[in-house]
T-cell receptor
Framework: DTGVSQDPRHKITKRGQNVTFRCDPI?????LYWYRQTLGQGPEFLTY????????KSRLLSDRFSAERPKGSFSTLEIQRTEQGDSAMYLC?????????????FGEGSRLTVL | EDKVVQSPLSLVVHEGDTVTLNCSYE??????LLWYKQEKKAPTFLFML????IEKKSGRLSSILDKKELFSILNITATQTGDSAVYLC???????????FGTGTRLTIIP
């Protein structure tokens, strides 16, 4: 499978626990995006990377959220001290820098449920 | 924050009907407007529109952008049950290709 892959696909956790999601983009894609989608809403931008550099973070991203892309390949999104409001689908997407948004590929998402 | 508003929020029609989904926005300076189909999983790309008044067409689906009136429509003719999904509209920023999505329209096709 050469698409964008995300792991885990589902995560159920108790409030206060830390969780980490992983995204493996399409191999030649140097841009990587994280979005969050709650029920009945469109995806919301969280952050994006150009290779290993994190170039923009949404104001919606609290200090409990951190994302990394240490070698410019896979990325992780960690949420510390989870709250019930963090329950959502976390979507990763990737594209080539020279591409346009029409060439943005989304992964299947990681669904987080915080009890 | 760029605002993208989709209407209706949900729509239920019978198979074979034609539907028109609306997307309106507030910004005037953007690179493109995109339409996606989402069936429980990842959004899948349908159309990218950059120029006003030029219709994009793919089979039974078509879309057009009106930059003067700040809206786009997505038409689906002869609907099928497989068209049931959430249809998302998004604006693409210049530079970082960040997308700002609308809330989506949930389309349900009844056999």
């Amino acid at each position: 499978d050469t698409g964008v892959s995300q792991d885990p696909r589902h995560k159920i956790t108790k409030r206060g626990q830390n969780v980490t999601f992983r995204c493996d983009p399409i191999s030649e894609h140097n841009r990587l995006y994280w979005y969050r989608q709650t029920l009945g809403q469109g995806p919301e931008f969280l952050t994006y990377f150009q290779n290993e550099a994190q170039l923009e973070k949404s104001r919606l991203l609290s200090d409990r959220f951190s994302a990394e892309r240490p070698k410019g390949s896979f990325s992780t999104l960690e949420i510390q001290r989870t709250e019930q409001g963090d329950s959502a689908m976390y979507l990763c997407a990737s594209m080539e820098t020279s591409g346009s948004a029409g060439e943005l590929f989304f992964g299947e998402g990681s669904r987080l449920t915080v009890l | 924050e760029d605002k993208v508003v989709q209407s209706p929020l949900s729509l239920v029609v019978h198979e074979g009907d034609t539907v028109t989904l609306n997307c309106s926005y507030e910004v005037t300076n953007f690179r493109s407007l995109l339409w996606y189909k989402q069936e429980k999983k990842a959004p899948t790309f349908l159309f990218m529109l950059t120029s006003s008044g030029i219709e994009k067409k793919s089979g039974r689906l078509s879309s057009i952008l009106d930059k003067k009136e700040l809206f786009s429509i997505l038409n689906i003719t002869a609907t099928q049950t497989g068209d049931s999904a959430v249809y998302l509209c998004a604006l693409e920023d210049f530079g970082n290709e960040k997308l700002t999505f609308g809330t989506g329209t949930r389309l349900t096709i009844i056999p």
